[in-house]
C-alpha cells in the first residue's frame, strides 16, 4: 500500500498503532495481510463496477452484486477459519444494530411465507383467488417477487458493511478505501462531463431521452447521479481537510511564512484532490438535481463541523483560510456552472405538488397496514390501489421518492423504524468517533457527513435505493464505524 497516493502522511496518524497492546489488525501475519489486501482490491473493484450499469439499478446488476459481495463475505470468513484468527470487529461491537437488522429480516421472511394465518393475509390474494376461480396460496406481501428482491438488494448493502468495517479496522486500508472511493466517484463524474458535452441524451450506448440539458453519468436519472456524486464529493473534502490539517499542524511562524505553506502545499500534494473536487463539483451543479445539491452542501457543513472544530490551536489558526478559499472554490463553480440548477429552480421553485400528493397517498396507506406492512419493496403495487386524481393518471410511479415512507409501507411502522434505527445507531457511533478520536478521525467524519447528506436526500427522493448509492454508502459506513475506536482498543471477537 505503500505506492497509493496520500498514504505518506499516515506515518503521524498511525503513532497511536505501534505503541504495546495495539489491535490485531496492525500485527497481521504476512498472511494474512496477503489475503486481506486482496479481497480489499477485489472490493474495491466492486465499488467501482456497481455504478456502471445503470448505477446497479437493473436485475442483472442486483444478481451480480448479490454473488460478488457475499461471496467476499464467505471467502473472507473460510479465510479466518482456515488461518484460525478472529475478526478485527466483533459481532458483540456492534450488536444492537444488528439484532435490529436480523429482526427486519426474519419479518421480510414471515411476510413473504405462505403457512401464515389466513387473517394476516392481504386481501388481494383472496380477490385473486376468486378471478382465477383456484386456490392461491397468500400472504402479508402483495407480491411475493418484488419482496424478495428488495430483501436480496438488503442482505447485499448488509454484506458490504461487514466486508468494509473487518478490513477497513486497519487504519492504512481504511484510508486507500476513502481515496478509492473518492477516485471512482471522481472518474464517473468525468464521464458524466464528457458524455454531457459530447454524446448528450445518451448513458453509455443507449439512448435516454431525459437526461438532456443534465449530467446523469452511467445513471438513468440525475437525481439518482446527485446523490452519488454528493457522497464523493464529501469523501475528496475529508481527504482535503486532512491534508490541510495534518501540513499545518506543525506549522509556525510569521503570517507570511503560513501563507506561503498554504499556497505550496495547494500546488503540490493539494492539486490533484482540488482538481477531482472541481470536477464532482462541476458535474454535481450540472445535474441540476435540487434535492441533491442542497443536501450535498448540508452535508459538507456537517462535515466541516466535525472535521474543523477547535482541538490544536496550530489548525485554529488556518481554519478560517481553509474556509474562505473552500467557500470562493465553491461560489465559482457555481457562478460559472449553476445556471443549470438556478433555472430549475426558477421554473419549478422547491416545492413539487405531484410528490406532496404522493407523500400525502403513500402515508394514507401506511395507515391501512400500520403494524405489518405490504410486504418489504412492493410500493409499486400498493400504491396504484390508494391513488386518486390528486396525482395526474399519466405515468407509473415506482417510487414514492421518499425512503422512509416506503420502508414503513413495506415492513409497517415498527419494523421500518427498526430498519432506520439499525443504520442510524451505526451513524451515531461515527459522530461519536469523529468528535472523540485524536488521530484517523476523517473516516468517521466521512461516514456520519454523508450519512446526513443521504439521510436528508431521502425525505425526497430514492437515491439510497439506488444500488450504487447504497453500496458505496454502507462501504464507507462500515470503514467509518471500525475507525471510530481508537487502534489501542482490541474489538476482536
Known amino acids: 500500500m505503500a505506492g497509493v497516493p496520500g498514504l505518506g502522511c499516515l506515518e503521524m496518524e498511525h503513532m497511536d498503532a505501534v505503541t504495546p497492546g495495539v489491535s490485531r489488525a496492525n500485527s497481521l501475519p504476512a498472511e494474512g495481510t496477503i489475503v486481506e489486501r486482496a479481497l480489499l482490491w477485489a472490493f474495491i473493484a466492486g465499488l467501482a463496477w456497481c455504478p456502471f450499469w445503470f448505477g446497479s439499478n437493473v ?3 442486483w444478481g451480480i452484486n448479490a454473488v460478488l459481495f457475499p461471496g467476499l463475505v464467505a471467502i473472507y470468513e473460510l479465510s479466518l477459519l482456515m488461518r484460525g484468527e478472529r475478526h478485527p470487529v466483533a459481532m458483540k461491537q456492534i450488536k444492537v444494530p444488528a439484532a435490529l437488522f436480523a429482526a427486519v429480516v426474519l419479518w421480510t421472511l414471515i411476510q413473504n411465507a405462505t403457512w401464515t394465518p389466513d387473517w394476516l393475509h392481504h386481501p388481494i390474494w383472496q380477490m385473486t383467488a376468486a378471478a382465477l376461480n383456484r386456490p392461491i396460496d397468500g400472504s402479508i406481501s402483495v407480491n411475493r417477487d418484488l419482496t424478495n428482491l428488495a430483501l436480496l438488494r438488503l442482505i447485499t448493502a448488509a454484506s458490504v458493511f461487514w466486508i468494509a468495517i473487518q478490513l477497513c479496522r486497519d487504519a492504512s486500508r481504511a484510508s486507500f478505501l476513502l481515496w478509492s472511493v473518492a477516485a471512482i466517484s471522481c472518474a464517473y463524474a468525468a464521464y458524466g462531463l464528457f458524455a454531457f458535452a459530447l454524446t448528450p441524451g445518451r448513458i453509455l450506448w443507449f439512448e435516454n431521452p ?3 440539458g443534465f449530467v446523469t453519468s452511467t445513471f438513468l436519472n440525475p437525481n439518482s447521479f446527485a446523490a452519488y456524486a454528493g457522497m464523493g464529493f464529501v469523501a475528496i473534502c475529508g481527504l482535503i481537510l486532512r491534508l490541510y490539517r495534518h501540513e499545518f499542524t506543525t506549522v509556525g511562524g510569521s ?6 505553506t498554504f499556497i505550496e502545499v495547494t500546488g503540490q500534494k493539494g492539486v490533484a484532490l482540488l482538481g477531482g473536487a472541481c470536477v464532482i463539483l462541476v458535474a454535481l451543479l450540472l445535474s441540476g438535481s435540487r434535492g441533491g445539491i ?3 452542501a448540508l452535508g459538507l457543513f456537517v462535515l466541516g463541523a466535525l472535521t474543523l472544530r477547535l482541538r490544536k490551536q496550530q489548525f485554529a489558526e488556518q481554519r478560517e483560510a481553509i474556509i474562505v478559499v473552500g467557500a470562493l472554490l465553491v461560489a465559482a463553480a457555481f457562478l460559472v456552472f449553476g445556471d443549470v440548477v438556478v433555472g430549475k429552480i426558477t421554473r419549478e ?3 413539487d405538488e405531484s410528490r406532496i400528493s404522493v407523500y400525502t397517498i403513500t402515508m394514507r396507506s401506511i395507515l391501512g397496514a400500520p403494524l405489518i406492512g405490504y410486504g418489504y419493496g412492493t410500493f409499486a403495487d400498493v400504491f396504484p390501489m390508494f391513488r386518486d386524481q390528486s396525482v395526474s ?5 415506482q417510487m414514492a421518492h421518499n ?10 411502522l ?10 442510524g445507531l451505526l451513524v451515531l457511533r461515527c459522530a461519536k468517533g469523529a468528535l472523540t478520536r485524536q488521530m484517523n478521525e476523517t473516516l468517521p467524519c466521512v461516514a456520519a457527513s454523508a450519512a446526513f447528506l443521504l439521510g436528508l436526500h431521502a425525505l425526497v427522493d430514492f437515491g439510497l435505493q439506488i444500488q450504487a448509492v447504497a453500496i458505496t454508502f454502507m462501504a464507507l459506513l462500515g470503514a467509518g464505524v471500525a475507525q471510530s475506536e481508537s487502534s489501542r482498543l482490541a474489538l476482536e471477537d
Do not use: D
Open 255 to 260: 503570517i507570511r511564512f503560513r501563507i506561503a
Open 210 to 212: 431525459y437526461t438532456h
Open 294 to 296: 442542497t443536501s450535498t
Open 349 to 351: 421553485g422547491f416545492r
Open 59 to 61: 436485475l442483472l446488476a
Open 414 to 423: 415498527l419494523f421500518g423504524s427498526m430498519l432506520v434505527a439499525s443504520v
Open 403 to 412: 425512503t422512509y415512507l416506503e420502508v414503513f409501507q413495506g415492513l409497517g
Open 393 to 397: 393518471t399519466w405515468g407509473k410511479w
